[in-house]
Nanobody, 120 residues
Framework: QVRLVESGGGLVQFGGSLNLSCVASEKIRYISVMAWYRQAPGKQRELVALMPTSGAIPKYADSAKGRFTISRDSATNTLYLQMNSLKPEDTAVYYC?????????????WGQGTQVTVSP
């Protein structure tokens, strides 16, 4: 029922910026965590940025720290990833993820991904 759609990816020059968006088709209840992952060719999917819904500040992969910022807009069911100072090694498909937890039941929602390509 719930669908997540990423957008904002594209081709950017070394040092450039992109702002990724992830829009949920409907309001999601009992959200425990919101996150962005990425998967580069020939590599495993990795966590880039994570936003707990309460009690903690956002967390970032070492490779993203200081350059990426995760944020949300609850009114529009949108999760964002602002990416600055992009490098060729940031090239990957980026996926948003929303984790739901309620009385012991857990579920993850995933988007289809948006391609980010950084030229040298």
């Amino acid at each position: 029922q719930v669908r997540l759609v990423e957008s904002g990816g594209g081709l950017v020059q070394f040092g450039g910026s992109l702002n990724l968006s992830c829009v949920a088709s409907e309001k999601i209840r009992y959200i425990s965590v919101m996150a962005w992952y990425r998967q580069a060719p020939g590599k495993q999917r990795e966590l880039v940025a994570l936003m707990p819904t309460s009690g903690a500040i956002p967390k970032y992969a070492d490779s993203a720290k200081g350059r990426f910022t995760i944020s949300r807009d609850s009114a529009t069911n949108t999760l964002y990833l602002q990416m600055n100072s992009l490098k060729p090694e940031d090239t990957a498909v980026y996926y948003c993820n929303i984790g739901v937890s309620y009385v012991g039941d857990e579920h993850d929602y995933w988007g289809q991904g948006t391609q980010v390509t950084v030229s040298p």
